[in-house]
């Protein structure tokens, strides 16, 4: 039962273009979606994040994009860095639901050549 | 900055033994998780703990895991009787306040059951 879909499980972009990576959802409850960026051995760290009333968030290089009618987010990083290889987990939180309870999709693999 | 700091990195044990996992939460956080990742899977929420009680579980918490804070510090998770499918990344995190989504995560406790 995957609430939370990261289709594609990796990801290489040349450095200074875009990158794109994208989430879907299937439970319409959810109220709040966050990106978190993984390094190898260390723990997920908070990226962004994005309410459910809106349909854009923007923090320097990164910009998180919802479509509610699509079930569709993406977070494009421009220009990307190599420094922001790492995998990439889309989380969403259902609305009522703890706080701290997120639920995580398998996560992107984003390699960013020099 | 403030981190999650977890202990042991990495542990290996038979099976049906038992082990805790220690995790020093933020100092001035009051909101505190596990979650795990099987290999190759998605992060998964284990339990959420606040005012020294579990606030919520998922159904994968059963009678096997406990979690206590035993002092003003840690925070543990216990397997009573470890499976081999317990293998996992445990990873703790901890939150400010209620309401708020942004968790810090620490690096992990690989877990090794044999």
Wanted: charged fraction near 20%; hydrophobic fraction near 35%.
């Amino acid at each position: 039962d995957q609430q939370v879909k990261q289709n594609s499980p990796s990801l290489s972009v040349q450095e200074g273009r875009i990158s794109i990576l994208n989430c879907d959802y299937t439970n319409s409850m959810f109220d709040y979606f966050l990106w978190y960026k993984k390094y190898p051995a260390e723990g997920p760290t908070f990226l962004i994040s994005i309410s459910s009333i809106k349909d854009k968030n923007e923090d320097g290089r990164f910009t998180v994009f919802l479509n509610k009618s699509a079930k569709h987010l993406s977070l494009h990083i421009v220009p990307s860095q190599p420094g922001d290889s790492a995998v990439y987990f889309c989380a969403a939180r259902s609305y009522g639901g703890s706080q701290g309870n997120l639920i995580f999709g398998k996560g992107t693999k984003l390699s960013v050549k020099p | 900055e403030p981190e999650v700091t977890q202990t042991p990195s990495h542990q290996v044990t038979q099976m049906g033994q038992e082990v805790i996992l220690r995790c020093v939460p933020i100092s001035n956080h009051l909101y505190f998780y596990w979650y795990r990742q099987i290999l190759g899977q998605k992060v998964e929420f284990l339990v959420s703990f606040y005012n020294n009680e579990i606030s919520e579980k998922s159904e994968i918490f059963d009678d096997q895991f406990s979690v206590e804070r035993p002092d003003g510090s840690n925070f543990t998770l216990k397997i009573r009787s470890t499976k081999l499918e317990d293998s996992a990344m445990y990873f703790c995190a901890s939150s400010m306040e209620s309401g708020a989504n942004v968790l810090t995560f620490g690096a992990g406790s690989r877990l090794t059951v044999l």
